[in-house]
């Protein structure tokens, strides 16, 4: 397809605000599961950055807390960490204070007698720092320890202190079913409040999600055809070329559906689909998602497909099927990639069929959703067209590049000039993030930690929305676990997935859009 360019830039860069975020008052942030990876490849670099654009508060601490018996060392991990995966200079000044800032406490989850002891280390640091019982908990750890931590927090007085603000964060996965998922509420209820609780899903952070909801309401022009009058349907991709990386005990349990469907994917489509909100208030935001999420009526078992890669060529590198990953079972039947239909039952979406995907190690990495429009209703060009490049009409298509690449594109149809025939040909206006706005190493969690310290639940997922998404994938992962896969593996690494999802969309006529990423 031959497409031609147009940049988009900010009218007038001296316009663009510098920012006007509030800076959270004084406290201790206490991330169990600390010597994980998440801590310091994403929560770190993430605090650190916000330290960089000053808005963290002066009196600030960071406690570790894990099982391993660590000590200064834990500090020197996280610095390393912050260099590593933040891209920040070892010389940048604020490095050696902010290191400063961080210290560990051994702790067995589930043993009651450590979280004395705990407490009493958070009320020394506090009183050393003046830091007033502001705390913010992380629940960083494996699934299993959520519940005991919290339980453990309520019976020691941690949750429901005397002064200051307490707030929890919880990671995903929240729950493997809508069964569990009820009962961790409960118990996270039980001992916070639900306004202290912050269920988090780091695709709420990233800036081009975001930007969704500004795409949509906050210009005039796309809300009039935001809908099935001139929505013919709608691809959300979440395509990944790394694969299970070390996570194998954590993967086989979970499966594409649990690990990125149910959650990043239903956030997504919540963004493209949602009645606009009367305020971006974390209330108004909640209640339109929790309605375009209820009328999506349950997905027939045929409109969920499956996939798990074997070996293969990924960006120019051979790499070993799922089933030879370090700690998986060679006989797994855990998907690695997921693909559905859904549809969603209210006026402004009846009959638009919406194309979700997700899997790991395919042939590129793209987060994308492709809002396709209907063709005009005569087509009067194309029946002149010549056989050249450019002979086909395609309709009209809006892309949300969530990354990489971060981006918004519009493709329409152009005159090709001076040829004497009136060929028509795709030409694509685009609006490249890094182009206009200068690059951002944002990772998501910046914003999302900072949300959670200032106690702005907005950008994360509330009780009824988790339980609503459980409910609609439970049945799909019942009867997946029910009957175990005909052909596993049955996609290549390095290819676009398994046949069964081209042949999902061929049912209806439609197509996955493979050309993923930014046509420049
Ligand atoms: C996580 C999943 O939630 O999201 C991972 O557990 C996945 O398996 C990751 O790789 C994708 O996040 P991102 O931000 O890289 O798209």
Redesign the pocket.
Known sequence: MATVQMRVRPEDLSQVPKGSERIPEAGIMVIFGASGDLTKRKLLPALFHLEQVGLLPKEFAIVGVARRPLGDEFAADMRAGIVEFGSVDTSDPKLNDFARRISYFPLKFDDPADYAGLKTELDRIDKERGIGGNRLFYLATAPEYFAPIIQNLGEHKMAQPRRGQVGVVIE?PFGHDLESARELNHQVNAVFQESQVFRID??LG?ETVQNMLVFRFANGIFEPIWNRNYIDHVQIT?A?T?G?EG?GPF?EK?GALR??VQ??MMELLSFVTMEPPSSFDAEAVRREKVKVWRAIPPIPILNAVRGQYGSGIVEGQKVIGYRDEERVNPESGTETYAALRLEIENWRWAGVPFFLRAG?RLKKRA?EISIQFKQPPLLIFNRMANSGPCQEIQPNLITFRI?PDEGISLRFGAKVPTTPNMDVCPVIMDFDYAAAFGKSSAN?YERLLLDAMLGDPTLFSHRDGVEINWALYTPILEAWAAKSPEVFPNYFAGSWGPECSDHLLERTGHKWRNDLGRKA
């Open positions: 995903k780091h695709y990233k979440a990944e790394l299970v996570r993967y979970a690990d990125v959650n990043h790991k987060t990354q998501g």
